[in-house]
């Protein structure tokens, strides 16, 4: 048997380990197919729901006699208060379920089905501060994209896996981001990679509601688009959560050699 070699003959480091799209797709959807109940149903309760609900009351509010013979600049302002609380409401939630699936992957990936109760429990716990990053991280990025495209789209690869390490490490809002940025190293542009993929997904999925919308809009069926839209949304999320999990449990493999023991060790 060889023996391990420090590095070539130059004294240079041999390459670092780089992440594939492959095993983290695998990862991503194994997990949901091992636990369907879990990665599926409940973002229908968190996304789906409370998106269809927020449809329709805002279709009753701006669609009611009393308010549509008033002013268009009134239903202007209704519909643009009603909906910044339906965005906010919406993101409280999202970022809810994020935290609750992180934790439930990142325990499924180590070989332990976390309950749900202890998932919720993380995630509560983790909501605000990872809120708090999430923010941080969506002003940066648009301030990147607004003033030159390409930072902003490296701060979004940097910050992949910011939520992750806020939830699963404790890091705090800045020490999530500052972990974050340290586990992508290196990797960024396969990440960049792995982010299209999964938004091609996504996009597939938003694609249905939109035809049906435009098979349905003018027929008595038009609530199917609503329908549609928060199932798919649902499924975006769950990938998105999961996909998240994938990498950070991957980027901590692979940067800090961190296996199944280590990793295991944020439960007990």
């Given at each position: 048997m060889s023996s391990p070699v420090s590095g070539p003959v130059s004294g240079r480091l041999p390459p670092a380990e780089k992440?594939?799209?492959?095993?983290?797709?695998?990862?991503?959807?194994?997990?949901?197919?091992?636990?369907?109940?879990?990665?599926?149903?409940?973002?229908l309760l968190v996304v789906s729901l409370p998106t269809i609900?927020?449809?329709?009351?805002?279709?009753?509010?701006?669609?009611?006699?009393?308010?549509?013979?008033?002013?268009?600049?009134?239903?202007?302002?209704?519909g643009a208060v009603t909906g910044a609380g339906m965005g906010l409401f919406g993101m409280l939630l999202h970022y809810l379920l994020q935290a609750v699936l992180t934790h439930a992957a990142v325990a499924d990936f180590?070989?332990?089905?976390?309950?749900?109760?202890?998932?919720?429990?993380?995630?509560?716990r983790a909501l605000l501060p990872a809120l708090a990053a999430a923010i941080l991280m969506l002003m940066g990025i648009v301030l990147g994209i607004a003033l030159l495209v390409v930072p902003g789209v490296m701060l979004l690869c940097a910050w992949s896996v910011t939520v992750p390490a806020v939830v699963i490490e404790r890091t705090g809002v800045f020490g999530g981001l500052r972990r974050s940025r340290e586990l992508t190293k290196g990797n960024r542009w396969r990440i960049l990679g792995l982010a299209i993929f999964y938004m091609a997904i996504s996009a597939a999925?938003?694609?249905?509601?939109?035809?049906?919308?435009?098979?349905?809009?003018?027929?008595?069926?038009?609530?199917?688009?609503?329908?549609?839209?928060?199932?798919?949304s649902a499924v975006s999320a769950t990938i998105g959560a999961t996909g998240s999990a994938a990498l950070y449990a991957e980027l901590r493999r692979i940067q800090d050699g961190a296996g199944p023991e280590t990793l295991a060790s944020i439960f007990d």
């Open positions: 992440i594939g799209l492959a095993p983290i797709a695998r990862m991503t959807f194994g997990v949901i197919g091992r636990q369907p109940v879990a990665f599926l149903l409940l973002p609900a927020g449809q329709f009351l805002l279709a009753r509010t701006l669609l009611v006699p009393d308010v549509m013979v008033e002013s268009s600049a009134s239903m202007m302002v209704i180590n070989g332990r089905r976390a309950g749900l109760g202890e998932s919720l429990g993380r995630g509560l999925l938003s694609g249905i509601p939109v035809a049906f919308a435009y098979l349905l809009v003018t027929t008595e069926f038009y609530w199917v688009d609503t329908l549609l839209q928060g199932l798919t």
